[in-house]
């Protein structure tokens, strides 16, 4: 069983900058692939970044490549999600996941592991 716990969410202006954490319990954490995804009120839950395992091959859409960057940290369990040039439209819950298969890393359906969320709101 893997657990997941965020930090780091909270409130900043248009074009700032905040990195999100996620602490991982479990002796597999660098086995698995990590992801990030964010869900807005009254929206599905939306792919925002993904690592694999060794060697760390990241994954973004569209909407956040050159803005976001996920990096792991596997002596620390933890991965990261830098996010910069922060707009109002990606204000959202951002939840942690955690994934026992190297594949698939896109739907959220692909993930094994959650996080409780944390909130990340951009004013205008």
């Known amino acids: 069983q893997v657990q997941l716990v965020e930090s780091g969410g909270g409130l900043v202006q248009a074009g700032g900058s905040l990195r999100l954490s996620c602490a991982a319990s479990?002796?597999?954490?660098?086995?698995?692939?990590m992801g990030w995804f964010r869900q807005a009120p009254g929206k599905e839950r939306e792919f925002v970044a993904a690592i694999s395992s060794w060697p760390g091959i990241t994954y973004y859409p569209d909407s956040v490549k050159g803005r976001f960057a996920i990096s792991r940290d596997n002596a620390k369990n933890t991965v990261y999600l830098q996010m910069n040039m922060l707009k109002p439209d990606d204000t959202a819950v951002y939840y942690c996941?955690?994934?026992?298969?190297?594949?698939?890393?896109?739907?959220?359906?692909?993930?094994?592991?959650w996080g409780q969320g944390t909130q990340v709101t951009v004013s205008s």
């Open positions: 479990g002796r597999t954490f660098s086995t698995l692939k």
């Open positions: 996941a955690a994934g026992r298969n190297n594949y698939h890393y896109t739907p959220a359906n692909e993930y094994d592991y």
